[in-house]
């Protein structure tokens, strides 16, 4: 079983930036596909950012130019760097692992992100 910790959640105004972390307990981490979803009020969860092991990323169209996900295989984490936030960019953003080696998903709790005024 491997664990997530997302952090770096908070209330932040439009326009501002914030730096989300996600820890993770494997050992295998470089072993992982990465990535970061959101879920709003009352929609979906959505895929925001990917990372894969060889750090190919891929982003929702909302966010290109805005965020960057990116990874650090000695630390077992992965991060999601935004910048330019909207109101619309409110949401949980759970992180997820995806193992390339068995398949298994993990995900973790999640880390409430506020833009407002």
């Known amino acids: 079983q491997v664990q997530l910790v997302e952090s770096g959640g908070t209330l932040v105004q439009p326009g501002g930036s914030l730096r989300l972390s996600c820890a993770t307990s494997t050992t295998f981490f470089s072993r992982y596909h990465m990535a970061w979803f959101r879920q709003a009020p009352g929609k979906s969860r959505e895929l925001v950012a990917a990372i894969t092991p060889d750090s190919h990323t891929v982003y929702e169209d909302s966010v290109k130019g805005r965020f960057t996900v990116s990874r650090d295989d000695a630390k077992t984490t992965v991060f999601l760097q935004m910048t330019s936030l909207k109101p619309e960019d409110t949401a949980v953003y759970h992180c997820?692992?995806?193992?390339?080696?068995?398949?298994?998903?993990?995900w973790g709790q999640g880390t409430q992100v506020t833009v407002s005024s």
């Open positions: 997820r692992a995806l193992s390339t080696l068995s398949g298994k998903t993990y």
